[in-house]
């Protein structure tokens, strides 16, 4: 403890210039927005072509029908318009807030609200929590109108929307429910622990975001997940037996076994798992029931199955908590850095002493670059963990010595095609554009990997064959 708290003594002593120097920081973070920005595009310039290419790579000629390519071509070239545009038009409105100074703005607003209701600004707390529901707010308003012409214009002409108008009405008030029940006390708690442990808040707080984590995993199915969708147990059958059979071979703790009404929504399919060690709930959404054969939603839960066994979900809460840590590392000497708020057009009253909300969310867009190159590393881990999920799928058979299982490689290509045709998945991607942005292999890849899984296993049991001989 003494070593970690020496090693953040010293972060903060090498950044206290942050404390003095008046370095122009809204120049800095709106050049760094607009690199990013042009990066991306950059990105989606090198994918767009792909989305006029006449046939599918010759691995899915087979798996594709003309009609469907077609199809799942238009379908990609809408949503890549589509991103293009809102990623445009919120460069353009977050440049804006920043340029105009609209975060010192709100928060003098939200000083004006408490103090109506009797409450000075040495209320804080309450301050934060009255400015982040602006923010909230507005941010709610630019989104909403996208995520309408996403949902009911493109999600529906493609044939995917289920949403009806009332069920988007109430998930946006829903959603609105639940980040007020969670944030204000969260919030608040994480802005006590500031005032409370003073300048040593980093492992503390390190701990308190790991707790409410945990606290997640368990009230989420509970509380959260029921308002959105209905879980119902997976009905007797071919499926379920299945899955009990699989789970029961690999020792895995399942405790419930549900299905979800996904297709509420949208018709796109997933399945997952979630829970505390000792117990696991599996989770398959309707839609990937009504589409696949039984064998093949097995094969995509020997895939899902196989995270749980490297204890992927783990190591990644593991990761993103040091990640977590690092950047709280340099928090420090952001949050006395009178420099920083006065160059975000903050009054010197509020700079002299700043709110440690505003000191955070000012620090969060000035670690922007840290932020995105993590982006990339935690992307590059999250494929290499699917290789394994999948790997660990095609040599099931070997691992548990059943030999069933043996073509499950086979019905994990299946079903992953399956999927990808219903979903009319982009199946032609730009390198470097997956490499920023997609946290799973293309299909391309995956299929390409599994007939090297099952390639390797049969020559491994051909020469077992010939020692046995
Ligand atoms: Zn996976």
New binding site residues.
């Given amino acids: 403890m003494d070593f970690i708290q020496s090693q953040l003594n010293f972060i903060q002593q090498k950044l206290s210039w942050v404390q003095t120097e008046p370095l122009n920081w809204k120049l800095y973070v709106l050049s760094v927005s607009w690199t990013v920005c042009l990066i991306e595009s950059y990105l989606s310039w090198r994918q767009y072509p792909n989305y006029s290419k006449k046939e599918p790579p010759e691995a899915l000629k087979e798996h594709f029908e003309v009609e469907k390519f077609r199809k799942s071509q238009l379908y990609g070239k809408e949503k890549a318009k589509f991103g293009i545009f809102k990623g445009l038009v919120s460069q353009f409105l977050d440049s804006a807030i920043l340029y105009y100074g609209v975060y010192a703005y709100l928060w003098q607003t939200a000083g004006d609200i408490i103090t109506k209701y009797g409450y000075g600004t040495e209320y804080e707390i309450l301050q934060s929590n009255v400015y982040m529901a602006l923010l909230v707010g507005i941010s709610s308003l630019t989104s909403i109108p996208f995520s309408v012409y996403s949902t009911f214009v493109i999600e529906e002409r493609h044939g995917f929307n289920k949403t009806t108008p009332k069920t988007f009405v109430l998930d946006i008030l829903k959603g609105w429910l639940v980040a007020f029940a969670l944030g204000a006390p969260v919030l608040s708690t994480f802005l006590w622990i500031f005032k409370w442990a003073g300048d040593s808040f980093v492992p503390w707080l390190t701990a308190f975001l790991f707790t409410f984590q945990m606290l997640m995993v368990v009230l989420y199915p509970l509380v959260i997940q029921p308002l959105f969708n209905k879980l119902s147990p997976l009905q007797e059958g071919e499926l379920r037996t299945r899955i009990e059979a699989l789970a029961s071979h690999m020792n895995f703790p399942l405790k419930h076994l549900y299905e979800i009404d996904g297709s509420k929504r949208s018709s796109h399919s997933n399945a997952y798992f979630y829970g505390l060690p000792w117990s696991k709930h599996i989770v398959i959404f309707d839609t990937l029931m009504k589409g696949s054969k039984p064998e093949e939603v097995e094969a995509v839960l020997a ?2 199955l196989g ?1 749980w066994y490297y204890m992927h979900p783990t190591k990644m809460m593991l990761i993103s908590q040091f990640n977590v840590f690092s950047i709280l590392a340099l928090f420090p000497a952001f949050l006395h850095a009178p420099p920083v708020l006065r160059s975000f057009d903050f009054p010197p009253s509020v700079a002299a002493n700043p709110p440690t909300i505003i000191a955070f969310s000012l620090f969060n867009m000035i670690v922007t670059p840290i932020e995105a190159v993590i982006g990339i590393f935690m992307n590059m881990l999250s494929r290499k ?2 290789w394994e ?1 999948d790997q660990f799928a095609c040599e099931l058979d070997e691992k548990l010595g059943v030999a069933e299982m043996s073509d499950m490689g086979d019905r994990l290509g299946r079903a992953l095609t399956d999927l990808h045709v219903k979903n009319l998945s982009t199946v032609w991607v730009d390198w470097m554009y997956s490499a920023y942005h997609n946290s ?1 292999p293309t299909l391309t890849e995956r299929l390409k990997a599994i007939e090297i899984y099952q390639s390797a296993k049969t020559s491994r049991k051909g020469g077992k064959a010939k020692k046995e001989l």
């Fill in positions: 895939h899902e995270h963990f699917e999920a799973h």
